[in-house]
């Protein structure tokens, strides 16, 4: 069973006189993310691929990785909040559902190494850094009614945005500026931290 050196931190024995040779995709303060990491959460389908090739999705997935490790250093300092077993398994559905029916994911899983309940516990500590974001940067994030009008005039758009159009636009706007935040936020902490970057397939 491969270790899962970042989000799990497990620690697997190894059989007896048994080599294994992983191949390094990245080196965060000493931190190391392997490309097995990269291939298993490739492989189950963890995050959601946007029509990228293979090797940008791979990418892609390793850039998540290194993201993930930077913001659970805030996570873990400020302590992560307990996440409910639905939360969870709706996240666990979700997945699930990117597969054409529940034995593809489970066969997916098993070539990844993986059991469903680590697949579980991968996603208990994605939670767990969605929710920190959500209560450190959510409330902070305001879209008022002058920079609803504005956006909406400079799309081109005229007359009367009715309560319910501009609730959502607001919505829009305000998923935006925290994504915007999000970003801000782990470009600082990479910053801050030493981040080598050597394959990620």
Known sequence: MRKLFLLLALLLPLPAGAVTVERIAAVIDGQVVTVSEVSQLVEIRFF??????????????????IA???????????GAQEIPTESIEARFA????????PSEFEAAVARAELTLDEVRALIKRQLQ???YIQERFLPAV???????DEYYRTRGSSGTLSPAAREELRTAL????LAEEIDKWTARLRLRANVD????R
């Not at 490790?69 to 400020?78: A, G, P, Q, T």
């Not at 305000?174 to 500026?177: E, F, I, L, V």
């Open 48 to 65: 959601a691929r946007k029509g990228d090739s293979e090797d940008e999705h791979r990418r892609n997935v390793l850039d998540v990785l």
């Open 68 to 78: 993930q490790v930077l913001r659970l250093r805030d996570v873990e300092r400020f």
């Open 94 to 101: 979700e997945i699930r559902g990117r597969f054409a029916s």
């Open 129 to 131: 850094v969605d929710a």
């Open 142 to 148: 305001f879209i008022g009614n002058e920079e609803i």
């Open 174 to 177: 305000r998923s935006t500026r």
């Open 197 to 200: 970057v050597f394959a990620w």
